[in-house]
């Protein structure tokens, strides 16, 4: 009996149509049991950390997220709310099923605007223009989590860059019963404004205070520097420290309180073009140490950042962004350091080199965080900051790899041993309400030094700052989060000499390669017999 073959093709369909949906399905049934992904990206942009995976398998108890934005708005936050959602979904598959996610769109509805109020979202300006579209008006942009009768809140999601982070440490609050840490910020002799209303440095002071404690510590007082405080900020004072202060920083040191210098030797003034140097008093402290900052000035004619100028312009005189070789581009980063993780680079503002001693003991590890290229100069006895200066090498100028930022990690013996303990200023608040006088400490405790050669340096860097923060507190685990970023690396400049070869190759190449095609081809045609010099008889 023959078979009918339009019966075995149809059957055979029907086959593998069945095969097709019992695969699927099976699938999809381990799908939902398994999660994984495959992420192709250098740094796993696109998946979640380890140490995010970690806090959400740590969960005890629902957590509940709720996402309060405003649908239908323009680029570049019409996708904000999808890539606030997916990423809070990647962190639902690690939570073993206690996460629950509600999205919000609380404009116009008076019942919902007041839950988002009542979690601290409130809405921002958003403006948008186009030629057809002009807007004008508040949206909801905050997602608020609920853990328990604990709640964190992210007021304004403006940015997704480190959106991880964000959701990650606020789960940490959340899921830990640990004491926030606290910042302390030197105060006294001249330093920047912590409290400052405005201005990157008020920026930075938001940024530290959604993680941690911030305290104004005056030095030069009675008492000490309170124990409670988990690091030490100190940042461009512009008169010496008196032997007070520096004491209360010296025991602060000792006691395995890490402390961060932030030191400039110059500061530039722009009526004048003129430099004016600073003296903080801390050089021979630091030198006891095994570091120093050298009395110079670090200049990068090719790698260099901008600096706001007075620029001529007819008869008037306007400010305006100049690229500055005293704003020189450290591009020699530590890239094993937790610190410089995922960064390209680093500017530092009217900087000075710094030299640390051959003769540190052998427990002390020194790493240089950030260095300039080995192109950059370093000069003395600087006379003006007017750009067009450093046109041409000066005479005086030292090339080389100059360090920037360094840390050090170890016990120190104190600046003070054999030394009486220096009196309080009467004048001066005392650092604690209740000041006291504790026992002086010869030998420190186990910490961690920081020196960077530049105090503009700070405002300059707010992700390099919060990642000192944590490595200094020793709470890193969440440092590799913050420097994931889908930013693009940042090309190194081109010196000029070789600039100039580069525009010669590139104007020249197309016509010389024409000029040898042409001229191969010319012998190949005469090789085959294909071309012949014509004849006198032709010629006439």
């Given at each position: 009996m023959a078979l009918d073959p339009r019966r075995n093709l149809l059957a055979d369909a029907w086959l593998q149509l069945i095969l097709v949906v019992v695969i699927v399905v099976l699938a999809n049934t381990w799908a939902a049991r398994r999660f994984t992904r495959l992420d192709l990206t250098a740094d796993k942009l696109y998946s979640l950390d380890l140490a995010t995976r970690s806090l959400m398998h740590r969960l005890e108890r629902p957590l509940t997220a709720r996402v309060y934005f405003t649908g239908g708005l323009q680029a570049p936050y019409n996708n904000f709310e999808q890539i606030v959602v997916d990423k809070l979904e990647d962190m639902r598959a690690y939570s073993r099923g206690l996460m629950n996610i509600e999205v919000i769109d609380p404009t116009g509805d008076a019942e919902r605007e007041a839950e988002a109020r009542r979690f601290g979202i409130t809405p921002i300006q958003y403006r948008y223009a186009s030629s057809s579209v002009k807007e004008l008006k508040r949206v909801y942009m905050g997602v608020a989590l609920v853990y328990g009768d604990k709640q964190e809140v992210l007021p304004a999601i403006t940015q997704t860059a480190t959106l991880e982070y964000d959701l990650a440490r606020a789960v940490k609050a959340l899921t830990s019963d640990e004491p926030r840490k606290t910042i302390g910020w030197a105060a006294g002799f001249g330093q920047p404004d912590l409290l400052a209303d405005s201005g990157p440095l008020a920026r930075l002071r938001d940024r530290l205070t959604e993680r941690y404690n911030l305290r104004i510590v005056p030095l030069g007082g009675p008492g000490s520097v309170p124990d409670d405080v988990d690091a030490m900020l100190v940042v461009g004072p512009q008169r010496p420290l008196s032997d007070r202060a520096l004491y209360q920083l010296d025991q602060t040191l000792m006691r395995g309180t890490g402390v961060a210098f932030f030191l400039s030797n110059m500061k530039a003034d722009l009526q004048t073009m003129r430099p004016q140097r600073v003296f903080h008093g801390l050089d021979a402290m630091l030198g006891s140490y095994g570091v120093q900052v050298n009395r110079d000035v670090v200049i990068d004619r090719t790698r260099n950042g901008m600096l706001n100028m007075p620029v001529r312009q007819g008869r008037q005189v306007v400010m305006m962004p100049v690229n500055s070789p005293l704003v020189p581009k450290a591009t020699e980063l530590d890239r094993d350091s937790v610190v410089v993780k995922g960064m390209d680079s680093l500017l530092f503002p009217?900087?000075?080199?710094?030299?640390?001693?051959?003769?540190?003991?052998?427990?002390?590890?020194?790493?240089?965080?950030?260095?300039?290229?080995?192109?950059?100069?370093?000069?003395?006895?600087?006379?003006?900051?007017?750009?067009?200066?450093?046109?041409?090498?000066?005479?005086?100028?030292?090339?080389?790899?100059?360090?920037?930022?360094?840390?050090?990690?170890?016990?120190?013996?104190?600046?003070?041993?054999?030394?009486?303990?220096?009196?309080?200023?009467?004048?001066?608040?005392?650092?604690?309400?209740?000041?006291?006088?504790?026992?002086?400490?010869?030998?420190?405790?186990?910490?961690?030094?920081?020196?960077?050669?530049?105090?503009?340096?700070?405002?300059?860097?707010?992700?390099?700052?919060?990642?000192?923060?944590?490595?200094?507190?020793?709470?890193?685990?969440?440092?590799?989060?913050?420097?994931?970023?889908?930013?693009?690396?940042?090309?190194?400049?081109?010196?000029?000499?070789?600039?100039?070869?580069?525009?010669?190759?590139?104007?020249?190449?197309?016509?010389?390669?024409?000029?040898?095609?042409?001229?191969?081809?010319?012998?190949?045609?005469?090789?085959?017999?294909?071309?012949?010099?014509?004849?006198?008889?032709?010629?006439?």
């Open positions: 009217f900087a000075s080199s710094l030299e640390v001693a051959d003769d540190l003991p052998p427990e002390v590890e020194v790493k240089v965080l950030a260095a300039t290229h080995p192109d950059a100069g370093r000069i003395k006895g600087l006379r003006t900051i007017a750009p067009e200066a450093f046109r041409a090498v000066l005479s005086s100028e030292q090339k080389g790899s100059w360090p920037l930022l360094v840390s050090l990690s170890g016990s120190f013996r104190s600046y003070f041993v054999g030394r009486d303990v220096p009196e309080p200023d009467p004048s001066l608040p005392a650092t604690e309400e209740e000041p006291h006088e504790a026992p002086r400490i010869d030998q420190g405790a186990p910490t961690r030094l920081v020196v960077a050669g530049s105090a503009d340096f700070v405002v300059n860097q707010p992700a390099f700052i919060l990642n000192l923060v944590d490595w200094m507190v020793e709470d890193s685990a969440l440092i590799s989060i913050r420097s994931k970023s889908v930013d693009l690396p940042a090309l190194d400049p081109v010196p000029p000499d070789r600039a100039r070869m580069l525009k010669l190759v590139n104007l020249l190449s197309g016509s010389v390669g024409i000029l040898i095609l042409g001229a191969i081809r010319h012998l190949l045609r005469r090789r085959s017999g294909g071309y012949r010099e014509p004849a006198e008889e032709d010629a006439a």
